[in-house]
């Protein structure tokens, strides 16, 4: 039976749906100032885009967000009440700003729901995690999740998929060693698999083989419904072996968050290793000079370790490791 399990570490919170020791969902949550989606928060609208229909509103903490339509009344300069629908999302060069619609000047604010919280609603139960238990994450495959999440490629038996982010659509090419009827079946339920443990959302593009007959695009399709869970829509698969596919958005995909900020991924996944590191005595990290100085800069992680693992952290910067490939030891092992 499936279950949540949870854990609320240094810098991020992670989640990861589980059954017969597989991970099918995971999300991360980091520790931001940023509005979560469902948030009820108070705005001025700064800035008008299209008069009447879009503009820009600042809400609390400076976060700008893109607000559509504009409130009927609602002149620049004027303060009012906005949701959140879809968080901030990372993109190469410049972040894709939240989305936000205009609420009832005395709708009562709200923080919007935490992982914990979503989680909690799915009606799967949640099992959360201390650092001295058992890894049950890395158990189901977490540490590679990261990497596939990171890297955009996913294998299955006779196949590979590659996902590649864009500002338009996420893309997922298949390619493989199978005939291509069945490479274009495995490849649409791999795809599934994909969209679900990834948290991808938003408009996705599925390159399939191409195949001649309508009974074998009509069995792909099926192939990718029958491992990709409700709410979505999508199109047929066209004569070029395309499929397009749409998911509500709301919340930052794992290769938009991990592909986003490979920096800030590598460190809080270090914390992440030094908390369960075994031994006694001060705990070095050493990872690569941008790790390290990402570590220095926030004192309030490194002091939460140095508080749940009880001894001193160092930092060492090593110039030749590769940004993932940081390391820890302790002083007595």
């Known amino acids: 039976m499936a279950e949540w399990l949870y854990e609320c570490g240094i810098g991020e919170a992670r989640a990861a749906l589980v059954e017969n020791d597989t991970i099918l969902e995971a999300y991360i949550e980091r520790d931001s100032a940023k509005a979560r989606a469902g948030a009820i928060v108070r705005g001025r609208l700064t800035r008008l885009l299209i ?63 935490t992982l914990h919280e979503r989680i909690s609603q799915t ?3 949640v099992r ?32 590979n998929l590659r996902l590649s982010l864009t500002p338009a659509m996420a893309l997922i090419d298949i390619d493989g060693t199978l005939p ?36 074998e695009r009509i069995a792909a399709a099926e192939a990718l419904d029958a491992t990709l869970p409700q709410p979505f829509e999508r199109t047929a698969v066209n004569g070029f072996g395309f499929l ?30 030094a908390e369960r590191t075994r031994g006694h005595g001060a705990r070095t990290l050493a990872a690569a000079s941008a790790v390290i100085a990402l570590l220095e800069s926030r004192a309030d992680w490194v002091d939460a370790l140095e508080k749940r693992i009880g ?23």
């Open 51 to 113: 008069p009447g229909r879009r503009g820009l509103v600042t809400i609390e903490g400076g976060e700008e967000a893109l607000l559509e339509p504009i409130p009927a009344g609602v002149t620049e300069g004027a303060l009012l009440s906005v949701e959140i629908l879809r968080e901030c999302i990372p993109e190469p060069g410049r972040a894709k700003l939240a989305k936000a619609r205009g609420v009832p000047a005395d709708t009562p604010l709200v923080m919007g729901p």
């Open 123 to 125: 009606g799967h139960a």
């Open 128 to 159: 959360t995690l201390s650092p001295t238990d058992p890894d049950l994450l890395e158990a189901a495959g977490w540490g590679e999740l990261l990497e596939e999440a990171t890297c955009g490629e996913m294998p299955f038996i006779g196949g």
């Open 180 to 215: 291509p009827d069945q490479l274009a079946i495995a490849g649409a339920a791999a795809a599934g698999r994909m969209i679900r443990r990834f948290g991808l959302a938003g408009s996705i593009g599925i390159d399939l083989p191409t195949v001649q007959g309508k009974a």
């Open 244 to 273: 397009q596919v749409v998911r509500r958005r709301t919340h930052v995909a794992l290769p938009e968050l991990l592909q986003g900020d490979r920096t800030q991924a590598a460190a809080v996944a270090l914390l992440r290793q």
């Open 311 to 333: 001894a001193r952290l160092v930092l060492r910067a090593e110039a030749s490791l590769a940004i993932s490939a940081g390391h820890v030891s302790s002083e007595h092992p």
